[in-house]
Structure formats: structure tokens, C-alpha cells
């Protein structure tokens, strides 16, 4: 745009809902507060209450000079969120910060950055929770998910509604570990368990991972006794069909971390769960109760 | 922005078989959506409930699948899978009648020529037996999202506050953007009572139940509220002898009487037969012990016509 464009501020529905990909609904006012859970990557002086959950610092090269950040996660009383802090701010795990002029730069879902100008005053946090309440984690649904682009912790629940190829028992190249598909060099194969999920909850669906560690949980075997079990029925489909009857069509429960891409929304689980039991008839009259008032 | 794989939205069947309008989006690949009434917006959805009815009415080397699913509430689900489903044609298969199941499919509608209804079935993706607490759950949730919906719709260009406090996705608020285009008068009122009665079944219907049942049944324009929450408890059980006899004849009544030319569809049929007395599982038998005297017949496909 040169010196001769005229630019006016409109209102127009359809430009506001305009999804521009990437980077959606990033506006938010200058200093205005917001709740860690609403940030987007790309707002930029945003002021938030919040409470440090844990620090860790990390020694990187900029510019061919070594300098060290501070990276952790943070939490308020709607949800929590990575930060990685390019000064140091002498911040310590557990106190709660009044912080402005923060921005919201992207790694797994937002991670808020605290630069040079960022302003802390330390505050008390009664009306925050308290460090264990942040244990359980926090529920997201999956349409949250895509929309901010991933999230450092998240906890979703849902249905599972396939189970797809390469889960089971799969072959990792020992150098870069990434999984071997047929016709791959064999030499440097080391052998891994995973499970590759459709998972879905209604408002979205995801690419859910489970790891080794879930996996032997789910089948109730190692992967030891899985490699026996592949040989004595010749192939995998049989430890397939052992993953599908555990799983297709089951609610669960995970937590891990989320990431969006182009290639859509994977959620990397570190626990999984069958969704607690609930007591159906309680909850429906609550539900009702509710309804009434 | 990059194609997302469509959620299965769950929804209950009556909110289901009602979402009769299309929608196709312009851009590339978009499948063809079902608008429900009050604003979901159904490609691949999650339903739930008792199988009842399972039929393969192509051959054995070329099946085709018909099946009817209950859900939670007593409504129906049609289910069909055929030679371009194999996945979902042999799941179902697999299944006998009377297992509560979980299905994830596809929501297609129809409009036969020679018809004014548009028929909406799911073709599902995949199928299986699970536990009747696990229907439970998913109604629950079902139960949820459908909330979520009536409040949207409620506040809809009436209340922009509610209607942010909503949160609706971009998803969502476009279903609901386009449900009000397709359907300019709608009783949100029969969704709310839908979730009512629902609810009221899963926390195990003690309130109207010990109302029912004197003996003696209210006059139609009594609430059906009050009546439905039985449906669910009769499942299993026979009906008295005294009145099945009797209950036959005003099926078959109405069966002759409400027939014009290719047979009377069932949940017509249904509805009738709700005002004199004969609740849905009752219909059912009656149906079964109609056809198997012969004195009735399926011209088609949940249509029922005098032998």
C-alpha cells in the first residue's frame, strides 16, 4: 500500500469469519486481560494474571552467542500454557505474576514470550488456584485444540473411531527413529510398539498417538510377547485385530500434548485412560436440575 | 486452511431423522451436510442404542444391509450398508439383534420419486456390540452437545451475549447460520422437550412413571411425556394377553385405514397407534405377529399394507 491509500476500519460479518488459515482470530486489544486459554499465537501486548508452574532454563546460540532462557509452563484459573522467557525475570515455580506486555509466539499450541519490555509484578494469586490444582490437567476440547494450534498439556475425552495402519508392532530406524514402512532398509530395525487412533469428541477429531508404554497396557502384553505373538500368527493382522477390539468405538481419556499442522490436528498422548465411569442416572438429574433453574 | 476430517457429531436420532436439508460447500471435496432443524451440521455422525432390526435384503454374494437402531429415547435410527460399504456392511453382519451398540457413519438423506418424505439413514463406517452403560455414556454426552445446540438456536440473533457465551465453533455457528435459512420456523420447544425426555429416561424416568399405568390410558392430547418414559421399560416384556387381541384389531384398523396404495410407513403408522393406546415396542409385536398370520405385508421397506 503507498502514500495515496486510503485505509478505513469496516464492519463486515463475513471478512470477521473469514478463516485466513494459520493464524485465526489473532485480534485482541491493546493491554487488554485475557485468560491464558483464549491466547492465539501471534496477539502481542497481552497483559495476564497467572501463576508459574514450573521453570526450567535452557542454554541456546543466537546470533553465534550463547545465551541462556527460561522455558516452563504457566497457569490461571481457565486453563495452562507454555512460556519461554528471553530474559530473566527471576521467575520462580509456584508464585503468581501480574504480567504485561507479553506476546503470543507458537510451539505445539501458544507459547507465551517474555521479552526485554515485558513489566512483572509479583501478586499474591488467592483468586488463582493453587499449584497441585493444575496435577489433573485441563480439559480441551478438540475444536479448542485446532483452533490454538496445539497445547503443551491437554487433557481430551472422547470416542476412538479408528484404529490406522501402523499401530501394533512397528520397526524404527536405530539412528533417526522414525518408523520403517515396507520395502524400507531392514539393517539398523529396532522394534517398537505404538497405536495410531482416530479420536474424536463431537466438535472435532484428531490423530491421537499412544506410545509404547500405553500400548503394552492396552493389550496386556510387552513387546517381548508381542514379537512371539506376531511369529506364532504369522503376521500383525492378528495383533491388529487385538488393538481394534480394545479400542474401536471406546471412550476414553488422555492427556498429552497437541500440535496442528497442514496435516491436520495430532495429539501425543502420555497417559490414556477409559473415560471414568459415570453414574448415569446422577448426572442426568443434575443435567435436569440444571435444565429447571 | 488445510481439509479436516469431518467429526462424528452425535446426535439422537429424533433430531437426526428431522435434519431432511442438504448442503453443499463451495470449495473442493466438500462432502454433502444434513442441516438439522436447530443447526447441526451432519456429515459423519456418532449414534448409539439397541439394534432391533437387522435384514439382508440383497443376496448372499451381494449384500445389502438394513438395519433399525433405538436409540436412548425410543426413536429410531435407519442404518444401510451395501456393496460400496463392505467395511460397514460386514460389521454390521457380524451383530445380533437386541445388543446395544456405538456406530459411526455417514448421514445420507433421500427422496424417493414417487414421494414426499426424505428418508435420512446413516451408512455406517463402522459398528460395534458395546455395554448398555457405554450407550449410556454416549447419550449423555449426546445429551450435551444437543444442549449446546438448543441454547445457540435460542439466542440466535436475539441474544449476542448468550450467543458468545455459547463459544460456538466456526463450525457450529455455520450450522446454526444455515439451519435458520432452511428452516425459518422451527419449535425449538420440541428439541428442549427431546432433551427432557431423554434425560428423564437415563436418570431412570421415576418421576412420570408411577403416573402411568392405572389401567386405564389419558386421552391423547394428555402429555405424551408422560407416556414415552415406558416405552423403554416394556422393551422385554409382553404385552397382557387381554388387550393384544385387541390392540391387532386397532392396528389393522388403522393399517386399512391410513393406507393409500403402496402401504403405510412406519413411523406414521407409529404416531397413530400412540394415540390409541399402542406404544412403540407393543407396535412392534404386533407388527411381527401380523406379518407372521399373513394378514400383513412390506411392500416396502418399513412400509406395511393389508395382505
Same mark, same amino acid.
Given at each position: 500500500m503507498g502514500d495515496r491509500c486510503v485505509v478505513k476500519p469496516i464492519q463486515d460479518k463475513e471478512l470477521a469469519n473469514l478463516d485466513i488459515g494459520v493464524v485465526k482470530r489473532t485480534m485482541n486489544q491493546p493491554g487488554e486481560e485475557l485468560d491464558l486459554v483464549n491466547l492465539k499465537p501471534g496477539m502481542s501486548n497481552v497483559s495476564v494474571k497467572l501463576r508459574i508452574l514450573d521453570v526450567e532454563t535452557r542454554k541456546i546460540t543466537v546470533?553465534?552467542?550463547?545465551? =541462556?532462557?527460561?522455558?516452563?509452563?504457566?497457569?490461571?484459573?481457565?486453563? =495452562?500454557?507454555?512460556?519461554?522467557?528471553?530474559?530473566?525475570?527471576?521467575?520462580?515455580?509456584?508464585?503468581?505474576?501480574?504480567?504485561?506486555?507479553?506476546?503470543?509466539?507458537?510451539?505445539?499450541?501458544?507459547?507465551?514470550?517474555?521479552?526485554?519490555?515485558?513489566?512483572?509484578?509479583?501478586?499474591?494469586?488467592?483468586?488463582l488456584p493453587a499449584l497441585e490444582d493444575y496435577a489433573d490437567g485441563v480439559q480441551y476440547t478438540l475444536a479448542q485444540l485446532d483452533e490454538r494450534n496445539g497445547a503443551s498439556d491437554a487433557v481430551v475425552e472422547g470416542h476412538v473411531l479408528t484404529v490406522r495402519e501402523g499401530s501394533g508392532l512397528i520397526f524404527r530406524d536405530k539412528d533417526t527413529n522414525r518408523p520403517l514402512r515396507n520395502g524400507d532398509d531392514r539393517k539398523n530395525a529396532v522394534p517398537d510398539l505404538r497405536i495410531r487412533l482416530i479420536f474424536d469428541d463431537g466438535s472435532g477429531s484428531c490423530t491421537a498417538y499412544l506410545n509404547r508404554e500405553i500400548t503394552e497396557k492396552v493389550l496386556g502384553r510387552d513387546l517381548d510377547s508381542c514379537l512371539e505373538f506376531v511369529k506364532e500368527n504369522f503376521g500383525s493382522e492378528a495383533l491388529m485385530e487385538e488393538i481394534e477390539d480394545a479400542l474401536v468405538l471406546k471412550p476414553l481419556r488422555l492427556r498429552g500434548f497437541a500440535r496442528s499442522d497442514e496435516y491436520g490436528l495430532s495429539f501425543f498422548a502420555r497417559s490414556c485412560d477409559p473415560t471414568a465411569e459415570i453414574d448415569v442416572p446422577n448426572v442426568a438429574r443434575q443435567f435436569l436440575a440444571a435444565l429447571e433453574g | 486452511?488445510?481439509?479436516?476430517?469431518?467429526?462424528?457429531?452425535?446426535?439422537?436420532?429424533?433430531?437426526?431423522?428431522?435434519?431432511?436439508?442438504?448442503?453443499?460447500?463451495?470449495?473442493?471435496?466438500?462432502?454433502?451436510?444434513?442441516?438439522?432443524?436447530?443447526?447441526?451440521?451432519?456429515?459423519?455422525?456418532?449414534?448409539?442404542?439397541?439394534?432391533?432390526?437387522?435384514?439382508?435384503?440383497?443376496?448372499?454374494?451381494?449384500?445389502?444391509?438394513?438395519?433399525?437402531?433405538?436409540?436412548?429415547?425410543?426413536?429410531?435410527?435407519?442404518?444401510?450398508?451395501?456393496?460400496?460399504?463392505?467395511?460397514?456392511?460386514?460389521?454390521?453382519?457380524?451383530?445380533?439383534?437386541?445388543?446395544?451398540?456405538?456406530?459411526?457413519?455417514?448421514? *445420507?438423506?433421500?427422496?424417493?420419486?414417487?414421494?414426499?418424505?426424505?428418508?435420512?439413514?446413516?451408512?455406517?463406517?463402522?459398528?460395534?456390540?458395546?455395554?448398555?452403560?457405554?450407550?449410556?455414556?454416549?447419550?449423555?454426552?449426546?445429551?450435551?452437545?444437543?444442549?449446546?445446540?438448543?441454547?445457540?438456536?435460542?439466542?440466535?440473533?436475539?441474544?449476542?451475549?448468550?450467543?458468545?457465551?455459547?463459544?460456538?465453533?466456526? *463450525?457450529?455457528?455455520?450450522?446454526?447460520?444455515?439451519?435458520?435459512?432452511?428452516?425459518?420456523?422451527?419449535?425449538?420447544?420440541?428439541?428442549?422437550?427431546?432433551?427432557?425426555?431423554?434425560?428423564?429416561?437415563?436418570?431412570?424416568?421415576?418421576?412420570?412413571?408411577?403416573?402411568?399405568?392405572?389401567?386405564?390410558?389419558?386421552?391423547?392430547?394428555?402429555?405424551?411425556?408422560?407416556?414415552?418414559?415406558?416405552?423403554?421399560?416394556?422393551?422385554?416384556?409382553?404385552?397382557?394377553?387381554?388387550?393384544?387381541n385387541d390392540n391387532e384389531t386397532k392396528v389393522m384398523t388403522l393399517i386399512k385405514e391410513m393406507d393409500e396404495g403402496d402401504g403405510i410407513y412406519y413411523d406414521d403408522l407409529g404416531s397413530a397407534a400412540l394415540k390409541d393406546g399402542v406404544d412403540g415396542p407393543m407396535l412392534d409385536e404386533i407388527l411381527d405377529s401380523l406379518s407372521d398370520q399373513g394378514l400383513i405385508f412390506q411392500p416396502r421397506f418399513n412400509h406395511y399394507k393389508e395382505a
Amino acid at each position: 500500500m503507498g502514500d495515496r491509500c486510503v485505509v478505513k476500519p469496516i464492519q463486515d460479518k463475513e471478512l470477521a469469519n473469514l478463516d485466513i488459515g494459520v493464524v485465526k482470530r489473532t485480534m485482541n486489544q491493546p493491554g487488554e486481560e485475557l485468560d491464558l486459554v483464549n491466547l492465539k499465537p501471534g496477539m502481542s501486548n497481552v497483559s495476564v494474571k497467572l501463576r508459574i508452574l514450573d521453570v526450567e532454563t535452557r542454554k541456546i546460540t543466537v546470533k553465534g552467542e550463547p545465551k =541462556t532462557i527460561f522455558g516452563g509452563n504457566a497457569g490461571d484459573k481457565s486453563g =495452562t500454557c507454555r512460556f519461554t522467557s528471553w530474559e530473566d525475570h527471576n521467575l520462580v515455580a509456584g508464585k503468581a505474576y501480574n504480567v504485561e506486555n507479553a506476546y503470543v509466539k507458537e510451539f505445539n499450541g501458544p507459547d507465551l514470550q517474555f521479552g526485554e519490555y515485558t513489566k512483572f509484578t509479583e501478586i499474591d494469586g488467592e483468586e488463582l488456584p493453587a499449584l497441585e490444582d493444575y496435577a489433573d490437567g485441563v480439559q480441551y476440547t478438540l475444536a479448542q485444540l485446532d483452533e490454538r494450534n496445539g497445547a503443551s498439556d491437554a487433557v481430551v475425552e472422547g470416542h476412538v473411531l479408528t484404529v490406522r495402519e501402523g499401530s501394533g508392532l512397528i520397526f524404527r530406524d536405530k539412528d533417526t527413529n522414525r518408523p520403517l514402512r515396507n520395502g524400507d532398509d531392514r539393517k539398523n530395525a529396532v522394534p517398537d510398539l505404538r497405536i495410531r487412533l482416530i479420536f474424536d469428541d463431537g466438535s472435532g477429531s484428531c490423530t491421537a498417538y499412544l506410545n509404547r508404554e500405553i500400548t503394552e497396557k492396552v493389550l496386556g502384553r510387552d513387546l517381548d510377547s508381542c514379537l512371539e505373538f506376531v511369529k506364532e500368527n504369522f503376521g500383525s493382522e492378528a495383533l491388529m485385530e487385538e488393538i481394534e477390539d480394545a479400542l474401536v468405538l471406546k471412550p476414553l481419556r488422555l492427556r498429552g500434548f497437541a500440535r496442528s499442522d497442514e496435516y491436520g490436528l495430532s495429539f501425543f498422548a502420555r497417559s490414556c485412560d477409559p473415560t471414568a465411569e459415570i453414574d448415569v442416572p446422577n448426572v442426568a438429574r443434575q443435567f435436569l436440575a440444571a435444565l429447571e433453574g | 486452511m488445510a481439509q479436516r476430517r469431518e467429526p462424528g457429531v452425535l446426535v439422537l436420532a429424533k433430531e437426526l431423522s428431522a435434519a431432511i436439508e442438504k448442503h453443499v460447500e463451495n470449495r473442493e471435496y466438500s462432502p454433502t451436510y444434513l442441516i438439522s432443524e436447530i443447526g447441526a451440521k451432519l456429515s459423519r455422525v456418532l449414534i448409539g442404542g439397541v439394534l432391533d432390526q437387522i435384514e439382508n435384503r440383497g443376496s448372499e454374494d451381494d449384500p445389502f444391509y438394513t438395519a433399525r437402531v433405538i436409540d436412548p429415547n425410543g426413536d429410531f435410527y435407519y442404518l444401510q450398508a451395501g456393496q460400496y460399504n463392505p467395511e460397514g456392511a460386514v460389521a454390521l453382519s457380524k451383530l445380533e439383534i437386541g445388543v446395544p451398540v456405538l456406530c459411526v457413519g455417514k448421514a *445420507r438423506a433421500r427422496t424417493p420419486e414417487d414421494s414426499e418424505r426424505t428418508y435420512v439413514s446413516v451408512q455406517p463406517e463402522n459398528i460395534r456390540a458395546v455395554s448398555m452403560d457405554e450407550v449410556n455414556h454416549w447419550a449423555i454426552k449426546a445429551c450435551d452437545h444437543l444442549m449446546r445446540r438448543i441454547n445457540a438456536n435460542k439466542a440466535f440473533e436475539k441474544d449476542e451475549d448468550a450467543l458468545k457465551r455459547a463459544n460456538l465453533t466456526i *463450525r457450529e455457528m455455520n450450522g446454526l447460520e444455515l439451519s435458520k435459512g432452511f428452516y425459518p420456523t422451527v419449535a425449538v420447544e420440541n428439541y428442549a422437550a427431546l432433551l427432557y425426555d431423554c434425560l428423564t429416561k437415563l436418570a431412570g424416568g421415576d418421576l412420570p412413571e408411577t403416573k402411568n399405568f392405572t389401567g386405564e390410558f389419558e386421552p391423547a392430547s394428555a402429555a405424551p411425556e408422560t407416556e414415552i418414559p415406558e416405552v423403554k421399560e416394556t422393551v422385554e416384556e409382553t404385552p397382557e394377553k387381554g388387550d393384544s387381541n385387541d390392540n391387532e384389531t386397532k392396528v389393522m384398523t388403522l393399517i386399512k385405514e391410513m393406507d393409500e396404495g403402496d402401504g403405510i410407513y412406519y413411523d406414521d403408522l407409529g404416531s397413530a397407534a400412540l394415540k390409541d393406546g399402542v406404544d412403540g415396542p407393543m407396535l412392534d409385536e404386533i407388527l411381527d405377529s401380523l406379518s407372521d398370520q399373513g394378514l400383513i405385508f412390506q411392500p416396502r421397506f418399513n412400509h406395511y399394507k393389508e395382505a
